[in-house]
């Protein structure tokens, strides 16, 4: 049912990660005008890092990049040479912020987005993706971590056997980002 995305396809995952997130407050909030710049200084972004690997659902209804960390290995790649519109300046504001969250003793599976297309919302897609790529990371016997967006992905994720990681991040317009962790079975992460 899951697969994993070619580089082929990687512009499929752009556009139904893209769409899954255009009314999603975090998103809304980092990129207030439009949700291309998600594309250009995000997703892209993601999809370029070494770790990167993609998977996509039969019919593109939904979709997840997820990186494959080596100890120490940053899950932010290199700082962009380009000059950043100032509607970029929250997000990396917000990976500023982030950055410290992540485990940096060991490696682990980091799961920086996942997102279902609206229509097809509440069918257990983003389970199916989650067991899905859990599974892959208890094989090479390595710990999760992700960020929640929302309350409604906390709780998906906590269904799935995470834990929040530490104190919730806050942002401005009362949001919160709580980093989240799955532990291996010998309990590292």
């Known amino acids: 049912m899951i697969r994993r995305a070619t580089s082929a396809e990687y512009e499929t995952v752009v556009n139904v990660l893209s769409d899954a997130f255009t009314t999603d407050p975090l998103t809304r909030w980092l990129f207030p005008d439009t949700i291309e710049l998600a594309t250009t200084f995000y997703f892209h972004p993601l999809l370029a890092h070494p770790a990167a690997e993609a998977d996509l659902t039969p ?13 120490g290995q940053s899950a932010y790649g290199e700082p962009s040479k380009r000059p950043i519109p100032a509607a970029a300046h929250r ?12 485990p940096r003793d060991q490696a682990y599976i980091y799961l920086p987005c996942m997102g279902v297309a609206p229509a097809h919302r509440g069918t257990g897609l983003g389970s199916a993706m989650l067991r899905h790529r859990l599974a892959w990371a208890d ?9 929640a967006s929302s ?13 929040d990681h530490s104190e919730p991040i806050r942002l401005a317009d009362s949001l919160s980002i709580w980093p989240m962790s799955r532990p291996t079975a010998t309990g590292e992460l």
């Open 91 to 102: 997000l990396q504001a917000l990976g500023g912020a982030l950055a410290p969250r992540h």
């Open 151 to 163: 309350p409604r992905s906390r709780a998906l994720y906590l269904r799935h056997g995470f834990h």
């Open 59 to 71: 019919g593109n209804t939904a979709a997840s990049i997820w990186l494959h960390l080596n100890r």
């Open 139 to 147: 094989s090479l016997g390595l710990g999760t971590y992700l960020e």
